[in-house]
């Protein structure tokens, strides 16, 4: 018997909140592990803070923890539940690190916890940087030239031994600050000494600086037999210099012959080896010299991580599956291969396609931010694309990234990259940013030499003659756009945008031509096998071939379209609820159709529905799988913006979208309209009206009043939202709008509300069957409504709403649902002034709390809507039991706190406002409102304070309110610090707080104070409008020492009150099983 | 801009189009895919394709260009080349030049841009077949010619590509002594591996009689991959014969299909053979999982030496879709390894005698190294067969 019998129950560690570096990769490999662990027999409990995750599903684990993901609460759960062993490796670096702290304490030692996957000795070998260069060496592999210095001389002498290029980096620093690249010894002086500077350990990293060598990485599986195989071999199409994360990627490896590869496979596997992972997946990154070849070993992750996932969804072998079947005792040949169902695991997938990985970025959310990519990662989110031809996949992908490019120029943005100088265009090539790859694409349309272009880039000429073949066949298609030239193009990636853009046709049109001509998308299957052996899971991907594999169905067919790339305002709450359809819509006997091109998300699963197409969310794209699958309704309203843009262009081509129909979400996104049937139904909204030039907003501004709410039409996440305080602010605004060429703003008449000032926001999500409503829940937000919902804190059920707002919140939700003829979920927003109640939006479809409320109610709400979308009653589902007696109270409170990338973008000022920012999301669940929030801080990796000094900085229209935070933490025991202003005014309402001068006003300001450790909380609201500067600065300081810092009034009292919670209570856990059954 | 238009035709009547790679006419072959993502080069020059049109299932082809310490013989063997996308341009430290160029210089009938997902979903389905390729034929033509092609069952092609006349290899360093590697087509990588273990290799045409081996006094003796069925290839088996028991006896790819015929054991061909290098082979002694190159159409079947039938195979592959041990005129025979993905023999030895092969390719190129062990274990051999 092939899993092991001495173990019985297994702790698996999630990931925690979506952060750069660290995405819903790690609930795809969460769940496929819990679900394979659980289907063998094995208890499996699971801790995570994330609600947005399917792995937090109650039914994937025997006890689920929303937790925060801290030693102490993890030493708690495993006091409670007792498992034999600890799963650490599927949980990215949050999981890996909390594991060794348990360990290091010896916590697992106490409990009898085994680490299965890693040890801690082989986490330790390969996470010390120190301690991998060593087993490296001894295991006869090279690395970087490399040493720590702490002082000037050291680094010199360092540098002496490397030679130049050296690259520095700073240790401890977030974000990559003051990394630099010296050619010579004096800008290395340069580089080092500030390196020194700003390292708070003052030490730097002298690195022989690898930029511009070719960069690849391996996928490797063993099994405790010593079975080792690669999953994948990806090269990077950006060179060294460039984190992964942050490149363009292809799979597998193009540019390598097949003698190195094969060392560079062996080395993979030595490594392995050296470190001692006994079992699972990790992934091992080389560089290789252009020249020479020359090839060093970079690092390596003993565990699953991003490039796994990616590498799962390039060969379709799950890897986290597999990792941890291998981490019971399983080995590779003891594993059916799911695709074939016939043959072992023990192999290594052979690709007959092209991956290609492009990195989403999302630094219109920065502005102060350097787009220049670097070494540390800065990406969002990512698409992927699978292609026949590198071309085609390069194309495909570009178009799913959802940045207004339909693929390798040859679109309007083309415009823009035709001013650029020749000049300019070679210093723009030489420095990478997201925008290098579009910057290629026209040099070599411009002629340029493929040689020229790849010297000044570093990217492989074999990628750049691709890439000039793509520009070669687009000169074909504009000098004779005939039946061959249009085939050529489509084989080459080409969207039918791209070819209406070259002749100035309609893209309809080209469309229509394209049919009648019977060039036809074909779809291929990833099999892992390159069609050696059937394969019995269709996932496909389109392409233009001779040859179609798509199946007949026998069951009616539904298509979920998914929500593409992860960016900040879209993220895994989205697919979380697409996968929640799927599940549901299988339950209820259709065969269940996906479409999407994230790899890093649950729905791209193979088995998540039963047929997926790995492909771009575009009309066209969309439209293909449609007429190959010929559903019977295409579902658009839980994949957030992307499906919902889609709905009005599918819809009008003949498509049934399931549930509320395309006009009434048109309808709710018309202000005016919306604005009528609100009035019709007697509900409050903020004054408001629209412009599209300056003159219109002034006019607007006169009627509503300031300070006003302004925004484009059309945006999610609140994009370029902004409160304007006067009229010049106005002014600014209404220029920047319309003289920026941002493709998703432009257009779009700017939105001009009246700004609610110090409003209560509320949030309900709701399913309407056209006669019931279920409300799923009411969330009360901590920051008051102007921080844009997706990075307020809020909770449920709400703690401070009045019996008649709440009333009028859920007549208003219900009229409203029935006004828009809403069929399926709903999310309105509420902001609640005194007793008044306005109206802010109404979104007819899945929210980004959707999955937040169905974990703190236990209704899934996803699911009921999918079906009630595809024609059940609510009444219906209550029968049928997927509904449970829905109107329980609940005995607990859950918070659900938003996570902020800043350490990312040190650059950026702290505050919040209504343009999102946040990555991801946590939830705490307590017996009261100062626990549960307390937890969900915790599990957002803010450590606060239990005692001390906290720095006080209020704008003056906060003053009044800050009183009682500033009593609230004289009342906790807190010593007072504040900026004279403030220190003033509360001395003046009898609170002592040692005035402390403002940065640069002196020897002994608060800079100087922050950085000597005297200040262990720093509460500072911002100013608004221009004059930040101050405060930015002590906000950026804070954030430099690792300082908690909260910048809403709000914010500071929930803070407060859950300091009043204390230790003990957050760290006591309970499953989400246990808080469901006790209500 | 656009390269001529090419066709494929199969001997069962399905056409392919493509576009030429560069050298013109007509050829014909066995149809077979190989699903190896790198070494085209070593393909391409491995004489075991002799006779065959290899159609690769990676897209892209031509990547890195060509270099001459790649190929594993002078020339080129297979007769045509099927891809979906000739690099336009090679981009390597290591290249030498263009794998266009090559084809054309050594007038090997490629065809570029073809569905090569179809043409290899056919072959899985129906098996390897008789396929013509040209450039500027006639559908027509192509089709006569396809179903007029000899099929591989019974094709003596070792003969072909075999050496004419003996040469040596100089060993590496200190000689340990002589091997001779009989040849069927071998590649020069395994020349070059046993070299590099310190022999001395004299490379013998297919057809050497025992006593002009022994008389050489060799240490060891190799028998070599090879195109072709093993079953015309009497006279290599007689030699085989002759001298089992003498002098240790290694044989890889064909040379473990003429070991089995040597013992007493048939061979089959298998529905579309085996190629590429990702095949996982369990070493049976320890259960280790090695990931193979394979090249092969024809196998062992060992239960030919036993009253017993093959037993049907349900789920995964398991040990006893191979006996456990077969009595042959030269004792006691054991598999040692086997193929996870259909159950096949994948390697052998006897259990009195110094013998033993595998039917898939410790040398690699291309392919995984995991199995270069084996070289080792036959310089074991030799050392305590002394
Ligand atoms: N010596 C070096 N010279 C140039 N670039 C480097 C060097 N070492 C690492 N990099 C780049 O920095 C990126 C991140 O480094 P890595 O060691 O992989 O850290 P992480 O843990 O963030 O993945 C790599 O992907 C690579 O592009
Ligand atoms: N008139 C208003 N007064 C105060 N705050 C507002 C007003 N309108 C919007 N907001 C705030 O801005 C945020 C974003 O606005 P919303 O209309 O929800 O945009 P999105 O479509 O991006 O979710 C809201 O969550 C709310 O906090
Ligand atoms: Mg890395
Ligand atoms: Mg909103």
Redesign the pocket.
């Known amino acids: 018997m092939p899993g092991r019998t001495d173990i019985r129950s297994i702790l698996v560690i999630g990931s925690g909140p979506i952060i750069i ?1 660290q995405a819903c990769e790690f609930d795809y490999s969460g769940t496929q592990a819990s679900k394979v662990l659980r289907s063998k027999g094995y208890r499996v409990i699971l801790v995570n803070s994330n609600p947005a995750t399917i792995m937090t599903d109650p039914e994937y684990a025997d006890a689920t923890y929303i937790e925060p993901i801290t030693p102490e609460v993890v030493e708690e759960i495993i006091a409670r539940e007792r498992p034999d062993a600890l799963l650490a490796t599927l949980g990215g670096q949050t999981a890996l690190n909390v594991a060794t702290e348990l360990a290091k304490r010896g916590v697992l030692e106490r409990h009898s916890v085994e680490m299965i996957g890693a040890g801690l000795d082989a986490i330790e070998k390969a996470e010390d ?1 120190g301690r991998f260069k060593a087993t490296m060496e001894e295991a006869g592999l090279e690395c ?1 030239r ?1 040493g720590y210095a702490r002082s000037m001389s050291e680094a010199l002498n360092i540098s002496r031994d490397i030679g130049y290029p050296i ?1 520095v ?1 700073p240790s401890y620093i977030l974000g990559g600050g003051g990394t630099g ?1 010296a050619k010579d010894e004096t800008e290395f002086i340069e580089i080092a000494k500030n390196g020194l500077a700003v390292s708070p350990v003052s030490e730097i990293l002298v ?7 070719k ?1 690849f990485e391996l996928e490797v599986m063993r099994d405790r037999n010593d079975n080792a195989v690669i999953v994948c071999s990806i090269e ?1 199409l ?8 942050d ?1 363009i990627t292809v799979a597998p490896v193009q540019t390598l012959s097949d003698r190195e590869y094969q060392e560079m496979r062996d080395d993979a596997i030595a490594v392995l080896r050296a470190i001692g992972v006994e079992t699972g997946g990790s992934n091992v ?1 080389f ?1 290789v010299d252009p020249e020479t070849g020359r090839r ?1 070993v ?2 390596m ?1 003993p565990r699953v991580s991003r490039s796994s996932a990616l590498a799962s969804k390039a060969t379709g072998f799950p890897i986290a599956k597999i990792a941890a079947l291998l981490a019971v005792g399983y080995t590779l040949d003891e594993v059916v291969n799911d695709i074939t169902g016939a043959t072992p695991a023990s192999f290594e997938p052979a690709l007959d396609y092209v991956v290609v990985k492009i990195p989403r970025f999302d630094f219109e959310k920065f502005p102060s931010a350097s787009k220049e990519l ?4 800065r990406s969002v989110g990512e698409a992927m694309a699978i292609g026949r031809t590198f071309p085609e996949a390069l194309q495909k992908a570009l178009r799913s990234l959802e940045i207004g490019h339909s693929g390798l120029n040859a679109d309007a943005t083309e415009e823009h990259l035709r001013a650029i100088s020749d000049g300019e265009l070679a210093a723009m090539l030489a420095i990478a940013t997201p925008n290098r790859i579009f910057q290629a694409g026209e040099a070599l349309r411009r002629n340029w030499a493929v040689d020229r272009v790849a010297e000044l880039t570093h990217i492989d000429p074999w990628f750049v003659d691709q890439m000039a073949a793509i520009i070669d066949v687009r000169c074909e298609y504009v000098e004779q756009p005939d039946h061959d030239a249009l085939v050529e193009a489509k084989r080459y990636g080409f969207s039918d945008a791209q070819l209406a853009f070259l002749t100035g046709e309609a893209e309809d049109d080209v469309r229509a031509r394209r049919l009648s001509e019977g060039v036809k998308r074909t779809y291929k299957r990833v099999d892992t096998c390159a069609a050696e052996f059937e394969a019995v899971t269709p996932y496909m991907y389109g392409t233009f071939e001779d040859e179609t594999e798509v199946e007949p169905a026998d069951r009616p067919r539904v298509v979920v379209l998914g929500s593409g790339p992860n960016r900040i305002g879209q993220g895994i709450e989205f697919d979380y609820c697409c996968v929640h359809a799927a599940l549901a819509l299988r339950d209820a006997g259709y065969e269940t159709v996906m479409v999407n091109c994230n790899p890093e998300t649950v729905s791209t699963d193979y088995d998540t529905s039963d047929r997926l197409y790995f492909e771009p969310l575009t009309a066209e794209d969309v439209l293909d799988v449609i007429a190959a699958e010929q559903p019977e309704a295409v579902i658009v309203q839980l994949g957030g913006q992307t499906p919902l843009n889609l709905a009005g262009l599918l819809a009008a081509a003949g498509v049934t979208i399931a549930g509320t129909s395309p006009e009434s979400i048109a309808l709710a996104e018309d202000r005016e309209k919306f604005g009528e049937i609100c009035r019709q139904l007697g509900l409050r909204q903020p004054a408001a009206g629209t412009a599209r030039s300056t003159a219109e907003a002034l006019d607007v501004v006169d009627q509503v009043g300031l300070p006003a709410m302004v925004r484009p039409s059309f945006v999610l996440g609140g994009r370029k939202m902004r409160v304007v305080y006067s009229v010049e602010e106005l002014g600014e605004y209404v220029r920047e709008i319309y003289g920026d060429a941002d493709p998703e703003v432009i257009g779009a008449p700017i939105l001009i509300d009246r700004f609610l000032e110090s409003a209560v926001e509320i949030d309900v999500d709701a399913v309407y069957d056209g006669n019931e409503l279920l409300v799923g829940g009411v969330m009360e937000h901590v920051e008051e409504a102007g921080v844009h919902s997706g990075d307020s804190a809020c909770v449920t059920p709400p703690p401070t709403l009045s019996e008649e707002a709440r009333k009028e919140i859920l007549r208003a939700t219900r009229d409203l649902a029935d006004a828009l003829e809403v069929q399926g979920l709903i999310n309105i927003q509420f902001a609640v002034k005194g007793d008044e109640v306005f109206v802010l939006e109404a979104n007819p479809r899945g929210s980004r709390t959707v999955p937040f409320i169905s974990k703190a109610t236990g209704v899934p709400l996803a699911q009921v809507a999918a079906r009630v979308m595809m024609g059940s009653s609510i009444e219906q589902l209550r029968r049928e039991g997927l509904l449970k007696d829905d109107s329980r109270p609940t005995t607990f409170v859950a918070v659900k706190n938003a996570v902020l990338p800043w350490d990312r973008f040190p650059e950026e000022d702290s505050v919040l406002g209504p343009e999102m920012k946040a990555t991801g999301e946590v939830m705490g669940i307590g017996e009261d409102v100062g626990t549960a929030y307390a937890k969900a801080l915790l599990a957002g990796g803010k450590i606060l304070p239990d005692r001390g000094r906290v720095f006080l900085s209020f704008a003056d229209r906060d003053k009044a309110m800050g009183l009682a935070v500033a009593q609230a933490f004289v009342m906790l025991g807190f010593e007072l610090i504040a900026t004279p202003g403030t220190s003033r005014y509360l001395s003046h309402h009898a609170i002592e707080a040692e005035p402390v001068e403002k940065v640069g006003d002196g020897p002994n300001d608060i800079g100087t104070r922050l950085e000597n450790g005297e200040v262990q909380l720093v509460i500072n609201t911002p100013r608004g409008g221009k004059a930040r500067t101050d405060g930015k600065t002590i906000r950026q300081a804070a954030r430099g020492h690792q300082i908690p810092c909260v910048t809403t009034i709000p914010g500071a009292l929930a803070v407060a009150r859950s300091l009043r919670a204390g230790p003990g209570a957050i760290n006591r856990p309970r499953s989400l099983q246990e808080w469901h059954r006790s209500t | 801009m656009r390269d001529q238009p090419a066709l494929l035709v199969t001997a069962d009547g399905e056409t392919f189009r493509g576009r030429s790679v560069g050298h013109g006419g007509m050829a014909t072959g066995e149809a077979v895919f190989n699903t190896s993502m790198t070494g085209y080069q070593e393909i391409l020059t491995d004489p075991s394709y002799a006779g065959q049109v290899v159609v690769m299932t990676a897209p892209h082809i031509g990547n890195y260009g060509v270099t001459g310490f790649d190929d594993q013989s002078s020339r080129p063997h297979l007769t045509g080349m099927v891809m979906r996308s000739m690099s336009r341009r090679a981009s390597s430290w290591r290249s030498e030049g263009s794998l266009r160029d090559f084809l054309v210089e050594h007038e090997i009938v490629s065809v570029s841009e073809v569905d090569t997902r179809r043409l290899t979903r056919h072959i899985r389905d129906k098996g390897a077949m008789p396929v013509a390729v040209g450039v500027d034929v006639s559908e027509s033509d192509l089709r006569d010619a396809a179903t007029g092609a000899p099929g591989m069952v019974g094709a003596d092609l070792a003969s072909k590509v075999s050496t004419s006349s003996p040469y040596r290899i100089e060993a590496k360093g200190l000689s340990k002594g002589l091997v001779v590697a009989i040849d069927l087509g071998m590649k020069i990588d395994i020349g070059r591996r046993l070299a590099g273990m310190g022999y001395d290799v004299e490379v013998v045409p297919y057809r050497e009689p025992t006593q002009q081996i022994l008389e050489r006094n060799p240490v060891g003796v190799f028998v070599s991959n090879g195109p072709g069925d093993p079953e015309p290839l009497s006279d290599t088996v007689a030699s085989i014969r002759g001298v089992l028991g003498k002098v240790p006896l290694f044989g890889i790819c064909l040379g473990q299909q003429v070991f089995g015929l040597a013992v007493g054991a048939s061979t089959f061909k298998l529905p579309f053979g085996h190629h590429g290098g990702n095949h996982p082979v369990q070493r049976l002694n320890d259960g280790v999982v090695e990931i193979t190159a394979q090249n092969h159409g024809f196998a062992v079947d060992l239960w030919s030496l036993t009253d017993d039938r093959r037993p049907e195979r349900t789920g995964l592959v398991t040990r006893d879709l191979l006996p456990q041990s077969v009595e042959t005129r030269f004792g006691p025979l054991v598999p040692t390894h086997q193929n996870l993905n259909d159950g096949t023999l994948e390697g052998m030895r006897l259990l009195d005698l110094p013998a033993f092969s595998v039917q898939y390719h410790p040398e690699a190129a291309p392919g995984p190294g995991d199995a270069s062990y084996l070289f080792e274990e036959f310089d074991q051999m030799i050392s305590e067969a002394r």
Not at chain 1, 207 to 213: F, K, N, Y
Not at chain 1, 374 to 377: H, K
Request: charged share 20%.
């Open positions: 570096g940087r970087p490399a690259m980096r690249l690195e022989e600086s690898l930029a511009g060598w960069e990077n950006d060179p060294m210099g460039v984190h992964t994360g490149s990154q560089a060093l970079i690092e992750n670097g070494t540390s990662m």
